[in-house]
Each structure stands twice: as structure tokens, then as C-alpha cells.
């Protein structure tokens, strides 16, 4: 009997796979977005330090859901943060300032419980606030210059 070596060559999915059952993930808590509400283009969110809210609110000419989380999180994140329901991708081509944090799928990293929703749009037909004029309320708000607006090198 001569010796045979069995090569089995792993795909993509099942090292994805072989990775999830290795690493036990915490628990995901997502942003519920309210009964009636059509989500068309999926939901992201972007969280906000709670004093900047109020004041991206003013500057805003829709605002969609708002919710407030007052834990602290898995990623060293303490006080309260204002979370904005934006459509999905819109993190594409934007460099959101810091201290803003942008949640792929509306995921709250290491919350323990859901944060509560603090304002919902008259209308209630969907939950997003337009990401563009939140981007730019908090790039002025943080002073940070949007990345469109920055000097481009050679």
C-alpha cells in the first residue's frame, strides 16, 4: 500500500465557518426600528457623543430615528451616545469625524440592552436621517473639514 496524502483544499466559506465555532461572539444588540416604519435601504447608524445631538439636530432639515445609549461599551466608549438610523452603505466614500462612530447593520457594540428611542420622524414612513446633511452638521460641529473639501496630493 503506498502512501497516499489526502489534500483537502478549504473554500472561503469554510473558513468562515470554521472561524465563527472558534470564536464565540457577544451578543449583538441591534436598533429596532418602530413597528409601521419600511426600511428600503437597509439600516446603518451613526453614534454621536450625547452633547453633540441637540445641536445636529438644530442644523438638520429631517431628522429620522434618534436613539440614546448611556452605557459604556466593549470598545472603551463611556457616557451617553446619541445613535442617527441612516441607509445602509453610507459610510461609502465619507470619512465620518471623529468622535462619530458608524454601525454597520444598526449594531450597538457591547450594549447591554437596547438604547431607547428619543425622537421618530413625523410622518413615520421610514427611519433615516439623510446621512450627507449629518455628515456635514457633524463636520462642522467637530470642525473637521469634509474629506470632499480637503487638498488633494500628488
Known amino acids: 500500500m503506498s502512501a497516499v496524502t489526502v489534500r483537502r483544499l478549504l473554500d472561503l466559506d469554510t473558513l468562515v465557518r470554521m472561524e465563527r465555532r472558534r470564536t ?14 419600511s426600511q428600503p435601504l437597509g439600516c446603518d447608524a451613526v453614534a454621536v457623543p450625547s452633547g453633540l445631538g441637540p445641536r445636529l439636530m438644530a442644523r438638520l432639515p ?12 466593549a470598545d472603551g466608549v463611556d457616557g451617553a451616545r446619541w445613535w442617527w438610523i441612516v441607509p445602509a452603505d453610507s459610510d461609502v466614500a465619507l470619512e465620518w ?15 447591554r440592552r437596547a438604547p431607547s428611542l428619543i425622537h421618530s420622524p413625523s ?30 496630493r500628488a
Not at 62 to 73: I, K, L, P, Q, T
Not at 98 to 106: E, H, I, V
Open 97 to 111: 469625524p471623529s468622535p462619530a462612530y458608524y454601525a454597520a447593520g444598526a449594531v450597538v457594540p457591547g450594549a
Open 62 to 73: 429631517r431628522v429620522g430615528c434618534v436613539y440614546e445609549d448611556v452605557e459604556s461599551d
Open 24 to 37: 464565540a461572539a457577544p451578543p449583538r444588540t441591534r436598533l429596532a426600528v418602530p413597528e409601521g416604519m
Open 123 to 152: 410622518g413615520g414612513e421610514v427611519p433615516y436621517t439623510p446621512p450627507i446633511p449629518l455628515y456635514l452638521a457633524l463636520c462642522r460641529a467637530t470642525g473637521t473639514t469634509p474629506a470632499w473639501s480637503r487638498a488633494v
